[in-house]
């Protein structure tokens, strides 16, 4: 490790520490710059001192420009219950700022906003800025830093505030603080997506509870013949790993076990299922673990930073198409330094592998279209076609779901 090196990780670690809760924000919210290269939109305004003193209050805040299956933006044309934080009537995307940061995650407070004004979960989000609004009155001046999002719905929009609203296609002429400038970055990138989740698979959360207790009680059991098999033979792969994604984590809290015992500088637990992933939130904030909720698509993963391990487990067979399955492992060929991808090969061809499919689909509702299950020497073939540059190790798991196939790609 070089000096440089050592610096900085003694400094993130300075920072865990003792750093206040919004001074904690603004740092996540630098971690998002870096991990995504997102653009800085920096503006200023004149206000009064009265309001100056009620924006002071804070620091951080996030905006999500809430689409629909027609790619129009969601806009509100009068103020929310909080006007006089707006300026004058101003048409206005959604926004709240941070004032409770504890184990923190902005896509929360984004998908709280969502929530509260849209009375249904965010569904697929999309990081579109950093922003910086600098409010000066007189000589005083205090500044407001947020990440701007795009998101669609997790159902259908419903407005409990009764506020007057439109999904537009084209941004009104004026907008609040720098609105209009966040509606067209989210315009340009809601026009680039190719691929659309499964809503199966967005609601995959949403299953009555004598299903949802009785999964929990069969994980429990079969855990040391099945998921602890597959945990085992993964760990050896990000021990000494300072970032790490796990791209489909769903409710699976091998993540936690990573942080518990590794305690990486970077990690982020990705699904398109925003509730899914609720459990996980519940305890990494339990535990106080510094981690990252990220809810995008595979298909269009913005990254734009290298993860030591990137993680892609039981997804592979719910891929649709040949587009997304070429779109999906393009995403993830330079997501990571080393790629662990498992999926469990067809499970046709084993009494147990045909029981717990029957489990999983008739009983559990495993979300999504046909699955299109791999054998094992389809699963081969399309990892090393795939990635034919790439150092590949395949291995397979005997569990009492039937046999998991592993490729580990690296270079």
């Avoid at 995504?36 to 420009?65: H, M």
């Avoid at 959360?205 to 602890?228: E, I």
């Avoid at 298909?299 to 040949?322: W, Y």
């Avoid at 054998?375 to 540059?389: D, G, H, K, M, P």
Wanted: proline share 3%; charged share 25%.
């Amino acid at each position: 490790m070089t000096i440089t090196e050592r610096a900085a990780g003694l400094s993130r670690v300075l920072d865990l520490i003792f750093s206040t809760k919004q001074a904690h924000a603004r740092n996540m919210i630098e971690i998002y710059r870096s991990i995504y290269n997102l653009p800085i939109l920096e503006a200023q305004f004149n206000i009064n001192e009265e309001l100056l003193a009620k924006f002071s209050e804070w620091e951080v805040f996030v905006t999500v420009a809430v689409f629909d299956d027609a790619g129009r933006i969601l806009v509100f044309l009068e103020p929310s219950e909080q006007g006089q934080t707006y300026l004058a009537d101003e048409p206005r995307i959604l926004g709240k700022q941070v004032n409770k940061v504890d184990t923190f995650s902005l896509e929360e407070v984004a998908n709280e906003t969502v929530k509260q004004n849209c009375d249904v979960s965010i569904s697929e989000l999309i990081p579109l800025a950093v922003v910086k609004n600098k409010f000066v009155s007189g000589t005083l001046s205090h500044t407001h830093w947020g990440v701007a999002f795009a998101s669609s719905l997790d159902g259908d929009f419903k407005n409990p505030r009764k506020l007057e609203h439109a999904f537009l296609e084209d941004p009104p002429d004026v907008m609040v603080y720098q609105n209009k400038s966040i509606f067209l970055l989210a315009r340009d990138a809601i026009s680039r997506r190719r691929f659309f989740p499964d809503p199966e698979e967005v609601r995959a959360h949403d299953r009555p509870f004598y299903v949802r207790a009785l999964h929990s009680f069969v994980k429990r059991v079969t855990y040391p013949f099945g998921s602890g098999r597959i945990r085992q033979k993964m760990k050896g792969d990000v021990i000494g790993a300072k970032s790490i994604i796990d791209v489909s984590v769903g409710d699976d809290h091998f993540i936690l076990d990573i942080c518990q015992e590794y305690e990486p500088d970077l990690v982020v637990a990705n699904d398109i299922s925003w509730m899914q992933m609720q459990s996980l939130m519940q305890k990494a904030s339990k535990l106080k673990y510094y981690m990252l909720f990220s809810n995008h698509n595979i298909a269009h993963m913005p990254f734009d930073f290298k993860f030591d391990v990137a993680l892609f487990k039981n997804t592979l067979h719910h891929i649709d198409s040949k587009d997304e399955m070429s779109a999906i492992l393009r995403s993830l060929e330079n997501l990571a330094h080393k790629l662990i991808i498992v999926d469990i090969e067809e499970p046709s061809r084993t009494l147990r592998g045909r029981f717990f499919n029957w489990y999983y689909e008739r009983f559990y509702g495993d979300a999504g279209h046909s699955h299109n299950f791999l054998t094992q020497a389809r699963f081969r073939n399309l990892i090393s076609y795939y990635f034919e540059r790439k150092d590949i190790t395949f291995e397979t798991i005997e569990t009492i779901r039937g046999r998991y196939l592993m490729a580990k790609i690296t270079g």
